[in-house]
């Protein structure tokens, strides 16, 4: 499964896809709350992550902000593990976690 949901990604992540506007709103958010706040770390969540999108994309995309990527598989959990140790991405924090 984990493999489907990469290919799926890999082709729906693209200059003109629905990641790159996603992320561009999720960036302009974050850098209205910085300015408009003293400076605190911003903590984003993302709820059933998968293999770790759009956790990665928004650690790249926003390097100061801790990302935490939570997912009730423990499987997938491992493999955005694996993927973030993989990209380099060390404000990534992942963990298995219901949403219930």
């Known amino acids: 499964m984990t493999e489907g949901y990469l290919s799926f990604l890999e082709q729906n992540h693209h200059p003109h896809g629905p990641w790159s506007h996603i992320l561009k ?15 605190h770390q911003v903590k984003i969540l993302d709820l059933a992550s ?4 759009p956790a990665a994309s928004l650690s790249r995309q926003i390097p100061d902000a801790q990302v935490y990527a939570t997912d009730a598989s423990t499987s997938m959990v491992e493999a955005a593990s694996k ?13 298995v976690a219901n949403m219930e």
């Open 50 to 53: 998968g293999p770790g999108e």
């Open 25 to 39: 709103h999720a960036e302009e958010i974050v850098h209205g709350h910085v300015h408009d706040k003293k400076k």
């Open 83 to 95: 993927r973030m140790k993989e990209m380099g991405l060390q404000n990534v924090t992942t963990q």
